[in-house]
């Protein structure tokens, strides 16, 4: 018997985005700085480093940033505002 081929339901690993919303995969913390998704960030009044997912901006111009807490915590959504960095890479030993 001959395997049906899988379909993708989403365009994008973390889902399609609403009608009423848009999601953007790269944020600019600074000047210099932009967050892509995977890229761990600092956040205001938290510990550890958090992985930015995506941007998403309403239609009505409220906004928020999906991140994933340290320690695979699950999804956490923050204003914009209230990232302060992009925390340093850590790598092991060679």
Same mark, same amino acid.
């Given at each position: 018997?001959?395997?049906?081929?899988?379909?993708? /339901?989403? *365009?994008? *690993?973390? #889902? =399609? $985005?609403? $009608? =009423?919303? %848009?999601?953007?995969? %790269?944020?600019? !913390?600074? +000047?210099?700085?932009? $967050? +892509? @998704?995977?890229?761990?960030?600092?956040? /205001? #009044?938290?510990?550890?480093? &958090?992985?930015?997912?995506?941007? @998403?901006?309403? /239609? =009505?111009?409220? +906004? &928020? !940033?999906?991140?994933? $807490?340290?320690?695979? #915590? #699950? &999804?956490?959504? !923050?204003?914009?505002? *209230?990232? %302060?960095?992009?925390?340093? !890479?850590?790598?092991?030993? /060679?």
């Amino acid at each position: 018997m001959a395997t049906k081929k899988r379909t993708k /339901k989403r *365009q994008h *690993q973390y #889902g =399609d $985005a609403p $009608a =009423d919303r %848009t999601y953007h995969y %790269t944020y600019q !913390v600074s +000047e210099r700085k932009i $967050a +892509e @998704t995977g890229t761990p960030i600092k956040l /205001k #009044g938290r510990r550890g480093d &958090w992985i930015f997912i995506r941007h @998403t901006v309403r /239609k =009505d111009g409220s +906004e &928020w !940033v999906d991140t994933l $807490a340290p320690n695979g #915590g #699950g &999804w956490f959504s !923050v204003r914009p505002d *209230q990232i %302060t960095k992009l925390a340093p !890479v850590r790598r092991g030993r /060679k």
